[in-house]
């Protein structure tokens, strides 16, 4: 049995739950600061706080393989608090979701627009967003886990299909945005099968339908 911990429970925790806790082999725990009214009864559901390094141990006991997808704002606290807590328990495979352009030394023009035009940020909000995903990489790859960082494009709040391209973060970003149904369904093969996936990081974004 693998016992797998998520902790965030907003629409990718929760699609990725679905996934993974039909499968016989997996028992899945998920950890958020509040219950949600969606059903999670395949699941052991814990509140606690994220960046509680105690609530986090407690979630931890018995635990192969996180996923976290917490840390929109203030990623570098909630990551400090995880390998922390990893660390004093003993649990060692990490899955994180992060952003596409960490590594960037810039944000391009082309994507400050897309950012605006697609989602309506500001290049404010956009700068601030990257800096913080920088800063809570940055812990994660500090630490001696056995970490993979999931540097995804812009998300889609839809259902549709998308073909993903999974790449190196060597790489600069080969597609575009990506619908969360489609990064649900990876990220749960990666829970499920994660000695196939040793990278540190990996860029993860979607074929243009055209090319597809």
Avoid at 79 to 103: C, H, P, S, Y
Avoid at 128 to 155: P, R
Wanted: hydrophobic content about 45%; overall charge negative; charged content about 20%.
């Amino acid at each position: 049995m693998m016992n797998v911990l998520i902790i965030g429970t907003g629409k990718l925790g929760y699609e990725v739950y679905r996934r993974v806790a039909v499968m016989p082999e997996c028992h899945v725990t998920l950890l958020d600061h509040h219950r949600h009214d969606h059903d999670v009864s395949l699941a052991t559901q814990l509140i606690g706080d994220a960046t509680s390094v105690e609530d986090l141990k407690r979630a931890l006991v018995g635990i192969d393989v996180v996923f976290s997808t917490v840390g929109i704002t203030q990623a570098e606290t909630f990551a400090t608090a995880l390998v922390q807590a990893m660390d004093e328990v003993g649990v060692k495979r990490l899955l994180w979701t992060t952003q596409f352009q960490i590594n960037a030394d810039q944000i391009s023009e082309a994507m400050y627009d897309l950012a605006n035009r697609e989602f309506g940020f500001s290049r404010e909000v956009e700068t601030n967003y990257v800096v913080g995903q920088k800063a809570g990489a940055a812990v994660i790859k500090a630490s001696d886990l056995a970490y993979t960082l999931l540097e995804c494009h812009f998300f889609k709040y839809t259902d549709e299909a998308d073909k993903l391209i999974v790449e190196s973060a060597e790489n600069t970003v080969s597609g575009g945005p990506l619908s969360i149904f489609s990064l649900a369904t990876l990220i749960a093969d990666m829970v499920l099968h994660n000695r196939d996936y040793p990278q540190h990081e990996l860029l993860i974004s979607a074929r243009p339908k055209a090319s597809m």
